[in-house]
């Protein structure tokens, strides 16, 4: 069964460079740019795994990590913070809310896809 990725990013050249990664590797993509519709978006699509950037329109990337792993039904969907806050304190944060992952703008294509796999296959 095909596995489903949502993309919730408010850059729309970061959205089409990561739907085309993802497509090519033959997952289903989805995305929303409005950090504001996020946690509905989620449960509504039921995806395998999530990435979310930090920094957002409306609501916050961390606020909606602590929301994903409040909500029963989603608190264990795996997610991936992917952002242009690349600090120690910003990793740490994003850790201590419950990321499963954590990579920096800018990104290398491998190295995403190879973290993607990880989080969906083991």
């Known amino acids: 069964m095909q596995k489903t990725i949502t993309i919730i990013e408010d850059e729309p050249f970061i959205i089409e460079a990561l739907t085309f990664l993802l497509q090519r590797e033959g997952y289903l993509v989805k995305s929303v ?3 504001a519709l996020a946690v509905d ?5 039921r995806p395998n795994l999530v990435i979310l950037d930090i920094m957002l329109p409306n609501v916050g990337g961390m ?4 929301d994903i792993r409040a909500t029963e039904s989603i608190s264990t969907l795996p997610v991936l913070m992917l952002t ?3 600090q120690k304190k ?3 944060a994003a850790e201590d809310a419950g990321a499963s992952q954590f990579m ?3 990104f290398e294509n491998a190295a995403l896809i190879k ?3 990880e989080m969906l296959f083991s």
Do not use: C, M, Q
């Not at 978006?41 to 699509?45: K, S, Y």
């Open 33 to 35: 740019s409005d950090g």
């Open 41 to 45: 978006f989620i449960i509504e699509t």
């Open 63 to 66: 606020k909606i990590l602590e």
């Open 84 to 86: 242009a806050k690349g």
């Open 90 to 92: 910003d990793r740490r």
């Open 104 to 106: 920096t703008k800018p």
């Open 115 to 117: 973290n993607v796999k």
